[in-house]
Protein backbone atom coordinates (compact mmCIF):
# COMPACT_ATOMS: atom_id res chain seq x y z
CA UNK A 1 0.00 0.00 0.00
CA UNK A 2 1.30 3.09 -0.62
CA UNK A 3 2.39 5.46 2.24
CA UNK A 4 -0.17 8.02 1.30
CA UNK A 5 -2.40 5.72 1.80
CA UNK A 6 -1.67 4.56 5.80
CA UNK A 7 -3.93 7.63 7.69
CA UNK A 8 -6.91 7.20 5.22
CA UNK A 9 -6.67 3.41 5.91
CA UNK A 10 -6.87 3.53 9.82
CA UNK A 11 -9.31 6.02 9.60
CA UNK A 12 -11.61 3.81 7.29
CA UNK A 13 -10.85 0.79 10.06
CA UNK A 14 -12.06 3.01 12.44
CA UNK A 15 -15.10 4.44 11.26
CA UNK A 16 -15.93 0.76 10.22
CA UNK A 17 -16.11 1.80 5.95
CA UNK A 18 -13.78 -0.98 5.15
CA UNK A 19 -15.02 -3.92 3.43
CA UNK A 20 -13.89 -6.02 0.90
CA UNK A 21 -15.93 -4.14 -2.14
CA UNK A 22 -14.40 -1.09 -1.36
CA UNK A 23 -12.82 0.66 -4.22
CA UNK A 24 -11.77 4.00 -1.89
CA UNK A 25 -8.97 1.08 0.13
CA UNK A 26 -8.01 -1.46 -0.80
CA UNK A 27 -7.03 -3.82 1.35
CA UNK A 28 -3.98 -6.48 0.31
CA UNK A 29 -4.23 -10.13 1.12
CA UNK A 30 -1.15 -10.42 4.29
CA UNK A 31 0.89 -12.86 2.35
CA UNK A 32 3.85 -12.79 4.66
CA UNK A 33 1.38 -13.20 7.73
CA UNK A 34 -0.02 -15.90 6.54
CA UNK A 35 2.90 -17.50 5.18
CA UNK A 36 4.90 -17.16 8.66
CA UNK A 37 1.98 -18.57 10.64
CA UNK A 38 1.70 -21.51 7.88
CA UNK A 39 5.69 -22.05 8.90
CA UNK A 40 5.31 -22.25 12.14
CA UNK A 41 2.33 -24.26 12.07
CA UNK A 42 3.60 -26.99 9.70
CA UNK A 43 7.06 -26.75 11.90
CA UNK A 44 5.20 -27.63 14.90
CA UNK A 45 3.13 -30.64 12.99
CA UNK A 46 6.83 -32.12 11.58
CA UNK A 47 8.37 -31.78 15.98
CA UNK A 48 5.39 -33.08 17.55
CA UNK A 49 5.79 -36.28 14.68
CA UNK A 50 9.18 -36.76 15.97
CA UNK A 51 8.85 -36.14 19.24
CA UNK A 52 7.52 -33.24 21.62
CA UNK A 53 7.29 -29.57 21.66
CA UNK A 54 7.04 -29.96 25.60
CA UNK A 55 10.31 -31.42 25.91
CA UNK A 56 12.97 -29.13 26.41
CA UNK A 57 15.89 -31.49 25.07
CA UNK A 58 14.03 -32.32 22.07
CA UNK A 59 13.56 -28.56 21.21
CA UNK A 60 17.45 -27.75 21.81
CA UNK A 61 18.23 -30.37 18.95
CA UNK A 62 15.73 -28.53 16.65
CA UNK A 63 17.24 -25.59 16.80
CA UNK A 64 15.66 -23.23 20.12
CA UNK A 65 17.74 -20.99 21.60
CA UNK A 66 20.66 -20.95 24.28
CA UNK A 67 23.65 -18.91 24.67
CA UNK A 68 25.94 -21.88 24.81
CA UNK A 69 25.22 -23.20 21.53
CA UNK A 70 24.94 -19.77 19.71
CA UNK A 71 28.22 -17.94 20.87
CA UNK A 72 30.61 -21.34 22.12
CA UNK A 73 28.90 -23.92 19.34
CA UNK A 74 28.65 -20.71 16.78
CA UNK A 75 24.87 -22.03 15.82
CA UNK A 76 24.08 -18.82 14.43
CA UNK A 77 20.98 -20.44 12.81
CA UNK A 78 19.35 -20.66 16.07
CA UNK A 79 18.76 -16.50 16.03
CA UNK A 80 16.18 -17.28 13.81
CA UNK A 81 14.37 -21.21 14.14
CA UNK A 82 13.68 -20.38 17.80
CA UNK A 83 10.83 -17.97 16.46
CA UNK A 84 9.49 -20.03 14.44
CA UNK A 85 9.86 -22.93 17.53
CA UNK A 86 6.47 -23.34 20.38
CA UNK A 87 6.77 -24.94 23.42
CA UNK A 88 3.11 -26.98 23.30
CA UNK A 89 -0.27 -26.19 21.08
CA UNK A 90 -1.18 -23.31 23.45
CA UNK A 91 1.71 -21.51 22.96
CA UNK A 92 1.94 -21.83 19.72
CA UNK A 93 -2.17 -21.04 19.27
CA UNK A 94 -1.73 -17.60 21.16
CA UNK A 95 1.50 -16.15 19.44
CA UNK A 96 -0.39 -17.14 16.13
CA UNK A 97 -3.45 -15.45 16.99
CA UNK A 98 -1.66 -12.35 18.11
CA UNK A 99 0.37 -12.25 14.56
CA UNK A 100 -2.63 -12.92 12.94
CA UNK A 101 -4.14 -9.78 14.28
CA UNK A 102 -1.32 -7.15 14.29
CA UNK A 103 -0.45 -8.75 10.66
CA UNK A 104 -3.62 -8.42 8.79
CA UNK A 105 -3.25 -4.40 9.66
CA UNK A 106 0.10 -3.95 9.59
CA UNK A 107 1.34 -5.66 6.74
CA UNK A 108 -1.03 -3.70 4.45
CA UNK A 109 0.42 -0.44 6.30
CA UNK A 110 4.01 -0.86 5.73
CA UNK A 111 4.00 -3.34 2.89
CA UNK A 112 5.49 -7.02 2.48
CA UNK A 113 8.99 -6.06 2.41
CA UNK A 114 9.18 -4.17 5.18
CA UNK A 115 6.78 -6.24 7.32
CA UNK A 116 9.25 -8.75 7.13
CA UNK A 117 11.88 -6.93 7.94
CA UNK A 118 10.58 -5.47 10.61
CA UNK A 119 9.51 -8.94 12.22
CA UNK A 120 13.12 -10.98 10.83
CA UNK A 121 15.10 -8.35 12.46
CA UNK A 122 13.00 -7.96 15.59
CA UNK A 123 13.05 -11.58 16.29
CA UNK A 124 16.87 -12.41 15.97
CA UNK A 125 17.70 -8.94 18.26
CA UNK A 126 15.06 -10.39 20.78
CA UNK A 127 16.81 -13.12 20.58
CA UNK A 128 19.94 -12.07 20.82
CA UNK A 129 18.92 -9.90 23.90
CA UNK A 130 17.16 -12.55 25.80
CA UNK A 131 19.69 -14.93 25.63
CA UNK A 132 22.38 -12.36 26.71
CA UNK A 133 20.33 -11.30 29.72
CA UNK A 134 19.89 -14.78 31.28
CA UNK A 135 23.75 -15.75 30.77
CA UNK A 136 24.52 -12.39 32.86
CA UNK A 137 22.11 -13.23 35.47
CA UNK A 138 22.78 -17.08 35.69
CA UNK A 139 20.29 -18.49 34.37
CA UNK A 140 20.63 -21.22 32.08
CA UNK A 141 17.28 -20.98 29.51
CA UNK A 142 16.62 -22.64 26.38
CA UNK A 143 14.22 -20.31 24.46
CA UNK A 144 11.34 -20.85 21.88
CA UNK A 145 8.57 -18.80 20.14
CA UNK A 146 7.69 -16.19 18.14
CA UNK A 147 6.65 -13.10 20.89
CA UNK A 148 9.87 -11.27 20.47
CA UNK A 149 9.10 -11.28 16.58
CA UNK A 150 5.23 -10.59 17.09
CA UNK A 151 6.04 -7.49 19.88
CA UNK A 152 8.11 -5.78 17.39
CA UNK A 153 5.13 -5.76 15.14
CA UNK A 154 3.46 -4.11 17.95
CA UNK A 155 6.26 -1.47 18.62
CA UNK A 156 6.04 -1.05 15.08
CA UNK A 157 2.22 -0.19 15.24
CA UNK A 158 2.97 2.14 18.42
CA UNK A 159 5.37 4.46 16.53
CA UNK A 160 2.97 4.22 13.58
CA UNK A 161 0.09 5.82 16.24
CA UNK A 162 1.99 8.26 17.73
CA UNK A 163 3.52 9.75 14.47
CA UNK A 164 0.12 10.17 13.52
CA UNK A 165 -1.22 11.19 17.00
CA UNK A 166 -2.65 14.24 15.42
CA UNK A 167 -4.39 13.12 13.04
CA UNK A 168 -6.10 10.38 14.82
CA UNK A 169 -9.76 12.02 16.27
CA UNK A 170 -9.51 9.49 19.89
CA UNK A 171 -5.58 9.23 20.19
CA UNK A 172 -4.83 9.20 23.76
CA UNK A 173 -0.85 8.88 25.41
CA UNK A 174 -2.83 6.93 28.22
CA UNK A 175 -4.24 4.23 26.12
CA UNK A 176 -0.95 3.47 25.08
CA UNK A 177 0.26 3.83 28.35
CA UNK A 178 -2.16 1.51 29.91
CA UNK A 179 -1.13 -0.68 26.92
CA UNK A 180 2.40 -0.71 27.50
CA UNK A 181 1.56 -1.28 31.38
CA UNK A 182 -0.85 -4.27 30.86
CA UNK A 183 2.07 -5.42 28.39
CA UNK A 184 4.75 -5.51 31.09
CA UNK A 185 2.50 -7.04 34.01
CA UNK A 186 1.51 -9.66 31.93
CA UNK A 187 4.77 -10.60 31.41
CA UNK A 188 6.00 -10.12 34.75
CA UNK A 189 2.81 -12.34 36.41
CA UNK A 190 4.05 -15.38 34.18
CA UNK A 191 7.60 -16.50 34.91
CA UNK A 192 7.16 -18.76 31.91
CA UNK A 193 6.97 -15.64 29.69
CA UNK A 194 10.34 -13.91 28.50
CA UNK A 195 10.34 -10.51 29.32
CA UNK A 196 13.83 -9.78 28.11
CA UNK A 197 12.74 -10.77 24.48
CA UNK A 198 9.22 -8.75 24.69
CA UNK A 199 10.37 -5.87 25.57
CA UNK A 200 13.94 -6.37 23.23
CA UNK A 201 11.44 -6.65 20.40
CA UNK A 202 8.99 -4.03 21.14
CA UNK A 203 11.75 -1.73 21.35
CA UNK A 204 13.54 -2.93 18.20
CA UNK A 205 10.50 -2.82 15.97
CA UNK A 206 10.05 0.80 17.01
CA UNK A 207 13.58 1.77 16.33
CA UNK A 208 13.41 -0.10 12.88
CA UNK A 209 10.00 1.40 11.37
CA UNK A 210 11.43 4.52 12.55
CA UNK A 211 14.62 4.33 10.75
CA UNK A 212 12.47 3.21 7.97
CA UNK A 213 10.47 7.00 8.44
CA UNK A 214 13.06 8.94 8.74
CA UNK A 215 14.95 7.53 5.34
CA UNK A 216 11.93 6.69 3.25
CA UNK A 217 8.95 9.29 4.23
CA UNK A 218 10.46 12.14 6.62
CA UNK A 219 9.56 14.28 3.45
CA UNK A 220 6.02 13.49 3.29
CA UNK A 221 5.07 13.77 6.51
CA UNK A 222 3.61 17.47 6.43
CA UNK A 223 0.95 15.72 4.34
CA UNK A 224 0.94 12.16 5.15
CA UNK A 225 2.90 9.31 6.93
Known amino acids: MPCDSWY???INIKRGALSLGDDTVKKNI??????????NVLVFIFMEIFGSTL???????CGAL?????IYGKEYSRLITHFFMHFGVEHLINNMFVLAVYGYYMEDFVGKKIF??????????AGIVSMSWHFV???????????GAIFGISGAFIVIMIANRKKIEDFSYVRIGMFLALTVYSGYADK?????????????????????????WRER?????
Open 8 to 10: NYY
Open 137 to 147: IGENVVSAGAS
Open 116 to 125: ATIYMLSGVI
Open 192 to 216: SIDNAAHIAGFIAGGVIIYIFYLLL
Open 221 to 225: DNETY
Open 30 to 39: PVITAAIIAI
Open 66 to 70: DFEKV
Open 55 to 61: DTDFMLK
